[in-house]
């Protein structure tokens, strides 16, 4: 019997104790705070279903990131919503597209700030899927020419690192190509290596404008069911040359994130999606949950479980909270 000799709650009983043998703990250089770009002036515009969270037109993004860099949050993820699509999103790729514009106005005033890009098509083709349709399929080979063209157009505009979210295979591998063969080998790919089909994407697909026009992504994100296959995607990506994984949702997917974080030695990413955020900001205004603290505690949890990046739209609030003195 270890009790009463081992008594848990001694190392409990004061906040200096509990802070000195403290696990885990977080910190807001491990954020990355996404942005929606849209075409205009003056615009921020708040998304309904993701409280704090605004669309912003280029010209306000310098003050967004200068607010950002104020409370410690030290990296963006850019999302775009061109002015028109196409069948082929070409806006995804266009040298003066809306994310390029954003990237090479924040890359000129506010230097030191880290801008990734999101590397998808679903934002800017017509049918909201994020491939090219080939008899009515996401076609997966001829999407990733379109793909490294992103991404190569994002570097180009100054982007510090790009993230695919498309979920073909094989697209690690042709980005990284094209970037080393055009002289930017040094820009990291953060992949979404483990994205699932997931119903938490929907205060997003408001946000992006970017819901599928028909049928659904189940057959190019993975399967909610699935454990093991995150493995074969994670080790595809390392081996196709992704610098971080990424697992995304993050809460409902904690398993997994601890799972890759046991396997890989790569850095792992977690993306705290819109329908998670959105969650905890509904019970929040409802009164009943302390909206804050529940961020704090998710955001923690993701770390816990083995994430040492994560994405999320609570970035700037838990940064102040975190950075206060
Ligand atoms: C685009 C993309 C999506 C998200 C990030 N990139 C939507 C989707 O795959 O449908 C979701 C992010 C979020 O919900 O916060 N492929």
Redesign the pocket.
Known sequence: MIFPDYRPRRLRQNGLFRAMVRETRLSSSQFIY?LFIKPGKGVREEISSMPGVLRLSVDQLVREANECLEVGVKSLLLFGLPESKDAAGSGAYAKNGIVQQAVRELKSKVPEIMVVT?V?L?EYTDHGH?GVIVNKEVDNDSTLELLAKTALSHAEAGADMVAP??MMDGRVAELRATLDENDFSHVPIMAYSV?YASS??G???EAAD?APQFGD?CGY?MDPANAREAFREAAMDVEEGADIIMVKPAVAYLDIISKLHAEFDHPIAA?H???EYAMIKAAAANGWIDGDRVMMETLLSIHRAGADIIITYGAKDMARILNKR
């Open positions: 996404p999101d998808c679903c994020c979210s498309d994205k938490f994407y205060p997003f697909r970017g992504r994100q993306y999606v819109s329908g």
